[in-house]
């Protein structure tokens, strides 16, 4: 347990369905991240948040919608996906946003999302 | 950004030390490098940071040359379940967060 939780660990889902992704810390950090990880590919940073508000958005499709309702839960609503949106979902928390020391990132276990 | 370049793959003797090199000739004063790990299927796991000198943890050390153009991880006595992706990441000298790349692939060998 990285005090980084993520829920389901596994989601299988259609293309017409929506679904919600969730992480949840309680390491009192200010920042929270979401990084997608297709089959042997590099970890893809989707969406940056800190202090609740969206500082990053890496040109991610509007298919994928995030929500930050307070620091210690982030969310990752899902709809009209497709295929090649199967990946491994990670979120992941910091003290601060980087740009200087810290303790670096503690990552969640991930979502293991398949589209079908 | 500063990037990193990382050899594809290593393998390492049960027991013996694991020297990951990462090159990062780009990197700037104020930048930081920092190594995670992830093992098959997880989420990335951090090990250890530095800037100027060299820094050791309970998991491994991490020697930054002079000029810090380059850096070592050193797991001194690798074990198998250190078998995973190692990544060398310089903190970003702008923009929010960490950016991943491919990362070395050490495979420890019974």
């Known amino acids: 347990e990285t005090g980084v939780t993520q829920t389901p660990r596994h989601l299988v889902m259609g293309m017409t369905n929506k679904k919600s992704l969730k992480c949840e810390q309680h390491?009192?950090?200010?920042?929270m991240y979401w990084y997608k990880q297709s089959a042997k590919k590099p970890l893809e940073l989707m969406f940056v948040y800190s202090l609740e508000e969206r500082v990053e958005n890496n040109s991610v499709p509007s298919r994928f919608s995030p929500e930050c309702p307070n620091s210690s839960h982030l969310f990752l609503h899902l709809h009209t996906l497709q295929p090649e949106d199967s990946a491994l979902y990670l979120c992941?928390?910091?003290?601060?946003?980087?740009?200087?020391?810290?303790?670096?990132?503690?990552f969640g276990s991930g979502t293991r999302l398949t589209v079908v | 950004d500063a990037k990193t370049t990382q050899p594809t793959s290593m393998d390492c003797a049960e027991g013996r030390a694991a020297n990951l090199p990462c090159n990062h000739s780009?990197?700037?004063?104020?930048?930081?490098v920092y190594w995670y790990r992830q093992i098959h299927s997880q989420g990335p796991q951090y090990i250890i940071h530095g800037l100027k000198n060299n820094e050791t943890n309970e998991m491994a050390s991490l020697i930054i040359t002079e000029d810090r153009k380059s850096s070592t991880l050193i797991l001194p006595h690798a074990t198998l379940r250190d078998t995973a992706v190692y990544y060398c990441i310089v903190s970003p000298n702008s923009g929010y967060a960490l950016n991943f790349g491919k990362g070395t692939s050490l495979l420890v060998t019974p």
């Open positions: 390491l009192g950090h200010n920042a």
């Open positions: 992941a928390s910091s003290q601060e946003l980087v740009g200087g020391s810290n303790y670096g990132y503690t």
């Open positions: 780009t990197i700037s004063g104020n930048e930081y």
